[in-house]
């Protein structure tokens, strides 16, 4: 079953989204299978018997959406493994300032939660579906991406680059071979809560090109981190206006079925926006925060024609040829003739 889930765009004389640029006609929608029924058993009895309900007495959150399919992404939406700032952290806050846990690497515990989720998108044939893998350019991120989408370990003599070397990041891993992937592309717009915490200070794109070399950095303008600051906390409604801006840009790639392996507070800020009109518990589906490793699937929808790819499952008809006027259309045109003779 699948619920739509609409978000509302702001007021433009909201001062702290003045700059919010995203289309109002975006809509997202999620994957859902546990609605109860009384007795799961017993088939549903559908009645085509006549009733008296016109179309604008149906309640708009309980009817369901229907839209081209061409207009429609699929996101898998990811949140890293646990880091090792996740453990000092939950420790005492203060941790998150220690510059010890500067652009923090996953625990042992994380690669773990990482083999997990490998094992369930390849069990589920989600792995096989997947176009593109779009990453944040931190080290938790990567490690977690390439960990979970990548291929097998990487040999030498085969002529791709690996998704990741051995031992990146204190993982004591082996390499992570690219072959058989898609592609993976790394993009500054889902980083996690920019400025103040060391953990979500990037290190230089200079110094990740050798430890995950089949990553394209091409979309990242400068090498250096020139986004986080020292004593600047990125509020949280600026962290929704770059998701809108980053889901916007999602409509320029070609993919039909993304991976987005980002944090739990930029995808908190950025649901956050949708549901509103939904249900509550849908609402709460959507907006509930992410745990380490986890993966929602969603459908973002697009309705204001910011897309311009053509359907590739649709067929014109009528080929070759022929009489095929609808009884419905014959029976209006034949009214219309009456009344114009």
Known sequence: MTVSIFYNIPSPSSSSLSSFSCSSSCFLSIASSSIPFSNPKKPIQLSLSHTSASLSDMDVISSPGLYPLHRCKTLHLVRHAQGVH?????????????????????????????????????????????????????????????????????????????????????????????????????????????????????????????????????????????????????????????????????????????????????????????????????????CTHFANCELRSVVIVDRSMMGSDPATTNYPGKIPSGLDLPSDVADEKLLNDGEGK
């Open 86 to 286: 996740n453990v000092e952290g939950e420790k005492d806050h203060a941790a998150y300032l220690s510059e010890s846990l500067f652009d923090a690497h996953l625990t042992p515990l994380g690669w773990q939660q990482v083999d997990h989720l490998r094992k369930h998108v390849h069990e589920t044939g989600l792995s096989k579906k997947i176009e593109l893998v779009i990453v944040s350019p931190l080290l938790r991120t990567m490690q977690t991406a390439v960990g979970v989408f990548g291929s097998e370990g990487y040999k030498d003599g085969i002529d791709v680059p690996p998704l990741m070397v051995e031992n990146a990041g204190e993982s004591n891993r082996p390499a992570i071979s690219s072959l058989n992937c898609p592609p993976f592309v790394a993009v500054e717009l889902c980083r996690e809560h920019l400025g103040v915490h060391p953990c979500d200070r990037r290190k230089s794109i200079g110094e990740y090109r050798p430890v995950f070399p089949a990553i394209d950095f091409s979309l990242i303008a400068s090498d250096e981190d020139n986004l986080w600051e020292a004593n600047s906390r990125e509020k949280n409604e600026e962290v929704a206006v770059r998701g809108m801006k980053f889901l916007n840009w999602l409509w320029t790639r070609k993919e039909r079925e993304i991976a987005i392996v980002t944090h739990s507070g930029f995808l908190y800020h950025t649901l956050s926006v949708f549901g509103n009109d939904c249900h509550p518990s849908v609402k709460s589906e959507i």
